[in-house]
């Protein structure tokens, strides 16, 4: 059974951190990009960031370089996202997806969300101001 278990959200103060959590499971994890999207109340999900394990590139959208990092630990088939200096507009439902094609990291021409193979329920992530 495929599964992507995502784990972390919670509620932070506007300027702290989170870290979030994607555990992959019933696919080949090596062969797999993998992409952390979100969505606000009122508005479309949106593509945040996205690692490629299959030639470890990686791509951040704008409003969260430099304060969102995104890893991931092939021994445990698990990718993270480490958010730091949170602001309110980073509240949201934040959904982990994987896709095996080997571009979706390259830039924003290639990570699209209508691309992904497999989708995992959200958690929710709440930044107060």
């Known amino acids: 059974e495929v599964q992507l278990q995502a784990f972390g959200g919670g509620l932070v103060q506007a300027g702290g951190s989170l870290r979030l959590s994607c555990a992959a499971s019933?696919?080949?994890?090596?062969?797999?990009?993998f992409g952390w999207f979100r969505q606000a109340p009122g508005k479309e999900r949106e593509g945040v960031s996205c690692?490629?394990?299959?030639?470890?590139?990686?791509y951040y959208v704008d409003s969260v370089k430099g304060r969102f990092t995104i890893s991931s630990d092939r021994s445990k088939n698990t990718v993270y996202l480490q958010m730091n200096s949170l602001k309110p507009e980073d509240t949201a439902i934040y959904y982990c997806?994987?896709?095996?094609?080997?571009?979706?990291?390259?830039?924003?021409?290639?990570?699209?969300?209508?691309?992904?193979?497999?989708w995992g329920k959200g958690t929710l992530v709440t930044v107060s101001s």
């Open positions: 690692i490629s394990e299959m030639d470890d590139s990686t």
């Open positions: 997806a994987a896709d095996s094609f080997s571009l979706l990291c390259r830039g924003s021409r290639y990570f699209s969300q209508d691309d992904m193979d497999y």
């Open positions: 019933g696919f080949s994890f090596d062969d797999y990009a």
